[in-house]
Structures are given as C-alpha cells and as structure tokens.
T-cell receptor, first 112, second 115 residues
Framework: SQQGEEDPQALSIQEGENATMNCSYK?????LQWYRQNSGRGLVHLIL???NEREKHSGRLRVTLDTSKKSSSLLITASRAADTASYFC????????????WGLGTSLAVNP | GAGVSQTPSNKVTEKGKYVELRCDPI?????LYWYRQSLGQGPEFLIY????????DSGLPNDRFFAVRPEGSVSTLKIQRTERGDSAVYLC?????????????FGPGTRLTVL
C-alpha cells in the first residue's frame, strides 16, 4: 500500500531554477527518506530526516519535516539537467519495523 | 565496492510458469528487502529479512509468492503459477543493522514480463 503522496506529480523547470517537491503521509514515523530514480542509476538514497528533526541539508538539497502536518518538502537549488529524474519520499513507520512505505513520486524535468 | 546485484536483469515468461529472482546484497548487510514497482508507481513493499528470517512478509500479495534467505546473504524471490498481473520490476535492497537510521541500497531490479 502507498502511504506518501507527492505533489506535484510532474514538474518542469529551467536549469538554474529551484525545484520544490512535497510529500504527505498518514501515520507516525521514525524517519522519512527521499530517493531519486532514473533509468541510468536506479533508485538512489538522497537524504534521511528523523522524526525529531525539522530540517536537514545535503549539498544542494534541503529537506524539511513537519510532523504536526505529516508533511515533508524537498528543495533542490540551482538545478541541473542531470537532476532530471523521479523523486520519491518513503517513510519508516513508528516502531521496530524497518520496511519503507513509498509515495507515487514526482517526475522532475530540468531543461537545459 | 560492489553494490546490490540482481539476476536476471530481464525475465520473460509465460502465464502459469514458475520463476526465481535472485538478489545479492551488499556484503555484511543484515537486512534485505524486496519491493516491486509498476510503471508510474512507487515501489511496493513485499517482504524483508533480518538475517535468515522474514521479519515482515505482509506485503506478499498471495501464496504464489515466497522468498528465502537461507544463509543470511543471498535471497531468492519465487513466484509460482505466474499471472500477467505479476509483470513489474522487482527491486531488492539491503541495509546494515543500525539503530535508528535505515538507508536502503537498491539493486538495478529484475524486469519480469508475464505473457
């Protein structure tokens, strides 16, 4: 079953612009993770934010988490054509179970 | 270092046949996960192992699906009496057993097509 819902479903921007994707989920979580998927490299982990964290940075990526609203956002700054991919959020629900529940993804196209 | 590998990369079979999909996790990773992904969808959880035992198999759609990990390393996902609806990309991931953080490392997937 899918838990996360990303929006927008598709996003098209120009190189150099920022891209923001949002994710909402339904249950209490241990952590929320963002992954990127493209045909060349498969699914790649980008960043993990724990339930007691509110913001995290990694290079050009910035992730926020609002547990009261059960939502997260991923910001990619100064986008590049190589950022073109599908982006998924995945949640590890509260408890000891380590499986991830995934959203449907946002398809990002960065135009040169 | 070697990442997660999956074989075969593509499998075409006929309805009703039996298939086995193999996953080699990253050496030393104790947790292993199977997901499947249909076009335009996110991955869907099937089963995960901690060591040799299935810690959670609640995502297996029915009893035609079975997975094993007899020595706590390589895992095989087995599908009996395949149906056209089983067509998808089957993804395997592994992660080290770490308290809290659970980044998963994915293989390239096996694309299964049931004709």
């Amino acid at each position: 079953s899918q838990q996360g819902e990303e929006d927008p479903q598709a996003l098209s921007i120009q190189e150099g612009e920022n891209a923001t994707m949002n994710c909402s989920y339904k249950t209490s979580i241990n952590n929320l993770q963002w992954y990127r998927q493209n045909s060349g490299r498969g699914l790649v982990h980008l960043i993990l934010i724990r339930s007691n964290e509110r913001e995290k940075h990694s290079g050009r990526l910035r992730v926020t988490l609002d547990t009261s609203k059960k939502s997260s956002s991923l910001l990619i700054t100064a986008s590049r054509a190589a950022d073109t991919a599908s982006y998924f959020c995945a949640t590890e629900n509260a408890g000891n179970n380590r499986k991830l529940i995934w959203g449907l993804g946002t398809s990002l196209a960065v135009n040169p | 270092g070697a990442g997660v590998s999956q074989t075969p990369s593509n499998k075409v079979t006929e309805k009703g046949k039996y298939v086995e999909l193999r996953c080699d996790p990253i050496s030393g990773h104790t947790a292993l996960y199977w997901y499947r992904q249909s076009l335009g969808q996110g991955p869907e959880f099937l089963i995960y192992f901690q060591g040799t035992g299935a810690a959670d198999d609640s995502g297996l759609p029915n009893d035609r699906f079975f997975a094993v990990r007899p020595e706590g390393s390589v895992s095989t996902l087995k599908i009996q009496r395949t149906e056209r609806g089983d067509s998808a990309v089957y993804l395997c991931a592994s992660s080290p057993r770490l308290a809290g953080a659970n980044e998963q490392f994915f293989g390239p997937g096996t694309r299964l097509t049931v004709l």
